[in-house]
């Protein structure tokens, strides 16, 4: 008895499986040619829709720098000379910017990227560079902190000059009287200290010079860039998705329509559906 209901319920998956494979052949045709066409068509809409190009620039910078670009005291002066808020507001079109900016700090090189999207090459482009300029005067110090810096350079450039003077007198006393001083320990002593002094001085003088110059292009790795290729949209992707999302719609429905098929073969059917579509609120 067991083996017959095995058997029997073997030969059911079997004539399953065959109901699924001749469902499949009598709808290949649809099942085949309606993703060609809807991957046709997404491929289609694909040339229609506006195409973005993106320029991408690399300098060594830290997130302070990252975060300066994004501000309104960048953004506003590069939309103001780009006309970028033609038919917009100033708070709109910063908005837009915004959406089109993107600056990262790698977390291994350290190294800022900046990525600018437009619609066309040249003008990705020449965001990026309107940015990278506008950040680089915005990075140079202002006011007070300016002449605070300033001041510093000045007497750093003068403990400099005075080390050096001093270093140069003792240098020729060395030479000239060389038996008697070079036996002096403290003469010897002074003249490296006076070395030091010239060394740290000019170490802070490139510093404060640094910091007065702000950001520059010795900064940049490399360059924006013009593509030559739109990066969006993906026009492969499109056509796939479309051909795999047709193709399941496709399948639900073919499957739906024969299983409705054999519900309404069956004798019991009509009263279900009565039901549904009264409980539907179907006449």
């Not at 195409?51 to 720098?65: C, F, N, V």
């Not at 020449?126 to 902190?145: C, F, V």
Request: contains cysteine; proline residues 3%; aromatic residues 2%.
């Amino acid at each position: 008895m067991k083996r017959e209901q095995s058997g029997f319920s073997a030969i059911q998956g079997e004539v399953g499986l065959l109901d699924v494979l001749v469902t499949l052949a009598e709808n290949i045709k649809l099942l085949v040619i309606g993703p060609v066409m809807a991957g046709l068509c997404a491929l289609g809409i694909s040339f229609m829709l506006p195409q973005t190009y993106r320029s991408i620039a690399i300098l060594q910078a830290d997130q302070s720098t990252a975060s300066l670009m994004v501000t309104t005291a960048v953004l506003d002066p590069v939309i103001a000379a780009l006309g970028l808020a033609k038919g917009k507001t100033l708070e709109e079109a910063r908005l837009d910017l915004l959406n089109h900016i993107q600056a990262v700090i790698g977390r291994s090189d350290k190294l800022l990227t900046l990525t600018v999207s437009a619609h066309s090459a040249q003008q990705a482009q020449d965001i990026a560079n309107a940015l990278l300029r506008q950040t680089y005067q915005e990075s140079r110090p202002k006011g007070t902190l300016r002449a605070r810096l300033q001041t510093q350079l000045e007497e750093a450039q003068v403990r400099r000059q005075n080390a050096r003077n001093a270093a140069s007198s003792l240098l020729k006393r060395l030479e000239s009287d060389g038996a008697g001083l070079n036996r002096d320990t403290e003469v010897v002593r002074g003249y490296a200290e006076l070395l030091s002094a010239t060394g740290a001085a000019q170490t802070q003088i490139s510093t404060l010079e640094a910091e007065l110059e702000g950001l520059n292009d010795s900064r940049l790795l490399q360059a924006p860039t013009l593509p030559q290729k739109a990066s969006l949209p993906r026009k492969g992707l499109i056509t796939v998705g479309a051909v795999l999302a047709a193709e399941l719609a496709l399948l639900l429905f073919v499957f739906m329509r024969q299983s409705w098929r054999r519900t309404a073969a069956q004798g019991d059917a009509l009263p279900k559906v009565v039901r549904i579509r009264q409980c539907l609120g179907l006449k």
